[in-house]
């Protein structure tokens, strides 16, 4: 299962059967399918519509003379409000009053299959191993025939596509027929790389779209001509796709302002070039190359353990390569494993630190780094010197190994050579998961001593660290908090991480693209 190429081609049986001949338990194939499916469903938009919304009606002002009013209202304002219920909630307002009954068919719909299902969904999404609900399947086909459209939003995450081919190919058809502009199209596997029919990118009504556990059409397969004139967001969670089919969809979406792509199946280039991206987050991604060629609206990059290219393998150490050439408005990029991480500017790989080798724009930064790893940490240093106006930085320690493979101490970041963000621009570090290591302490220092314009530090202490918080962490911080401060207003706050089982870095994707957040990395105040 360490293989990610092992899942592709291959139906339930016969991996199955190669668990069986490995001597491995069965169980192991949902239990692993299931953990994939979670990461995707995570990283899902959540519908806007709810049937489990409160409808109370115990504030309303009822009039004497018992007129429907709500009734009497212009047919626009009724069939918003039937668009904003679900799609069963809206079926049912046609037997309220004669005038309710054709409003029905002309309100842009809100479909969500988990809302079908018994209990409406609320046991959260159907795991592998549970029945595929051919009653959910066939009223999504009812619905999606009998509904004229426009479809407000249409979430189909509930059927195994793989049993319902021709079904799964006809709701495409409908979809593109009858202008859907917030698709969520997820297949549950068995198999994980059932091709997407390639009518999908007819659809020129999107401005939302998310695709799960699918292999991309080829490019040769798209109709030509075809693209998506409207589409604002775009997030790929566990797809197969050729090299080519990324730059494919961004030439084709000339609105494109978020790109997700989440755990992809197999290697690919992303080579972004694109007017109109404003946000671009990947998660557990498997890509040989990250090359910004020419983002010119490009603001916030995420990177959440970008695997080592050949390996196959996710693990929260790996190595990556990424190349900033055109994005002069980047102002957020993270998380970054700073020490392990080939930075390049200008679609050049660099020497970290050198003048021709920094991202001025970037004013929020946030970098994984191994403080129990010396040859990690020297890195550090060139690597902060390629970001001249930081003003916010975001630091995660991950757990030291036992078998630490060496120490930095203050003298080492003294004479590190200039970085100029810690003393002219940084306003703000965040220090999540501090452990008291000498080396985490020595970098805090280090800042807290150079930083002019220094106004608030915050330390966010490692739970399994100390036995005894108060104490403990006022004794391994003394060198800190007893420092010659270079900025007298800065503020230091130490705070107790909430964390147990910390496995990286703590991010909320759904923020991500949220440009109300200032800063989404700060934590403090998203919960």
Request: hydrophobic residues 45%; proline residues 7%.
């Amino acid at each position: 299962m360490d293989d990610q190429q092992l899942l592709l081609g291959i139906s339930r049986s016969d991996m199955l059967a190669r668990i069986e001949r490995c001597g491995r338990d069965p169980a192991m194939l949902d239990l692993g399918s299931n953990m994939l499916l979670h990461f995707a469903y995570e990283y899902l938009p959540d519908p806007p519509v709810s049937p489990t919304a409160p409808l109370s009606l115990a504030g309303a002002s009822w009039v004497p003379d018992g007129v429907d009013r709500i009734s009497r209202l212009p047919e626009v304002l009724l069939r918003d409000i039937i668009s904003r219920l679900p799609a069963k909630d809206a079926a049912r307002t046609a037997a309220l009053a004669s005038r309710w009954r054709p409003l029905w068919r002309s309100a842009p719909l809100a479909l969500v299959d988990s809302h079908l299902l018994p209990d409406g969904g609320a046991s959260g999404p159907l795991i592998i191993g549970a029945a595929s609900p051919r009653a959910v399947t066939a009223a999504v086909s009812s619905a999606l025939a009998a509904h004229p459209g426009p479809f407000r939003c249409v979430h189909l995450t509930c059927s195994t596509m793989d049993e319902h081919r021709g079904e799964m190919a006809r709701w495409i058809d409908i979809l593109v027929a009858k202008g859907v502009q917030d698709l969520v199209f997820v297949n549950r596997p068995w198999p994980v790389d059932l091709r997407l029919p390639a009518t999908l990118f007819s659809c020129a009504s999107l401005t939302r779209l998310y695709l799960g556990v699918w292999t991309l059409p080829g490019t040769a397969a798209v109709p030509r001509g075809a693209s998506f004139p409207n589409l604002r967001e775009l997030g790929l969670c566990m797809t197969v796709m050729e090299d080519h089919a990324l730059a494919f969809l961004l030439e084709r979406s000339p609105v494109l302002e978020f790109l997700l792509i989440m755990w992809s199946q197999t290697g690919a280039r992303l080579r972004l070039v694109s007017h109109s991206l404003r946000c671009l987050q990947l998660g557990y991604t498997h890509l040989e190359d990250i090359e910004v060629v020419d983002a010119p609206r490009l603001e916030r990059l995420f990177l959440r353990n970008v695997s080592l290219p050949g390996t196959g393998k996710f693990t929260i150490n790996s190595p990556s390569r990424i190349k900033i050439g055109g994005a002069p408005n980047l102002r957020v990029l993270g998380y970054i494993q700073a020490g392990q991480t080939e930075l390049g500017i200008s679609n050049t790989d660099i020497v970290a630190g050198s003048k021709e080798n920094i991202v001025p724009s970037v004013q929020i930064l946030a970098i994984e780094v191994q403080f129990g790893v010396r040859n990690a940490v020297k890195k550090v240093p060139g690597f902060l010197r390629c970001f001249p106006n930081l003003e916010t930085l975001h630091v995660h320690s991950p757990r030291i190994s036992e078998k630490s493979t060496g120490k930095v101490n203050l003298k080492f970041w003294q004479e590190g050579g200039p970085m100029k963000c810690v003393v002219q621009s940084m306003k703000k570090v965040f220090f999540y998961e501090f452990q008291g290591s000498r080396s985490e302490v020595a970098f805090l220092r280090f800042i807290a001593e150079r930083g002019r314009v220094l106004e608030l530090m915050v330390v966010v202490v490692a739970k399994a660290c100390f036995s005894s918080v108060d104490d403990d962490v006022n004794v391994k911080l003394k060198p800190l908090t007893g420092a010659k401060w270079n900025s007298k207003a800065c503020k230091l706050q130490i705070i107790e991480s909430p964390r147990t089982d910390v496995a990286g870095p703590l991010c909320r994707h759904k923020i991500a693209s949220d440009f109300g957040w200032a800063d989404p990395f700060d934590l403090r105040f998203s919960a």
